[in-house]
């Protein structure tokens, strides 16, 4: 096992300061404590393309993402990805060749929720949920392990990955790319009106 160092970067709030401590209990109880930093100021987006940089590896299997631009962010860093077979990892990674994905071990579902009208309304209306609507993922701590295992000791496959992240993020994720998809989409809406030319090659700052 090469030596590493695992760096966590998280924004500083009351919601994240308790989850810090519990971690840094943890790192102390697994006798990592010296390994571990977690990284709370606040950083300029100007900043984080230097800290993505700084790494070997990117690990981030959210419970819960949207589009996960962060994971986008270090492919277009050159990164290999780390995350999870779930939500929109599922568009913007390729397994095994942009990053690792982690199989779900757990789905979170909530089969009611409660609607309030207004904020004097106190009751609510419960509504039901059929089919249950999945709040949340858990991923295979087994997967996770073995995922960083094979990257921590494969710098090809480090590499591999990483070029591929890149190349992804230029073909699909680049501004101009997305750009002209938009204006593909758009335009028909509108009776053709709408004209953007953009250039035909697109390649990522450095």
Not at 126 to 146: C, F, H, K, Q
Request: aromatic letters at 6%; hydrophobic letters at 45%.
């Amino acid at each position: 096992m090469p030596k590493w160092r695992y760096v966590c970067k998280v924004w500083p709030q009351p919601r994240t300061a308790a989850q810090t401590q519990a971690d840094l209990a943890l790192a102390e109880e697994l006798g990592i404590r010296d390994r571990v930093i977690i990284a709370s100021s606040f950083a300029s987006r100007n900043f984080m393309p230097h800290l993505i940089a700084a790494c070997d590896i990117y690990v981030g299997p959210s419970r819960l993402e949207g589009f996960g631009m962060p994971h986008v962010e270090a492919g277009a860093c050159g990164k290999p990805v780390v995350a999870m077979d779930a939500m929109a990892f599922r568009d913007t990674l390729v397994h095994e060749q942009t990053a690792l994905l982690a199989g779900i071990a757990r789905e979170n579902t909530v089969t009611e929720v409660r609607v309030f009208d207004s904020e004097h309304d106190v009751n609510g209306t419960l509504i039901p949920l059929d089919p249950p609507r999945v709040v949340d993922y858990r991923a295979s701590v087994d997967d996770l392990e073995a995922a960083l295992l094979r990257l921590m000791t494969n710098a090809d496959l480090r590499r591999r990955l990483g070029e591929g992240g890149r190349a992804r993020v230029e073909a699909r994720f680049a501004h101009q790319v997305v750009a002209r998809r938009m204006v593909e989409l758009v335009a028909p809406c509108l009776g053709g009106a709408v004209s953007v030319t953009v250039p035909a090659h697109t390649s990522l700052a450095a």
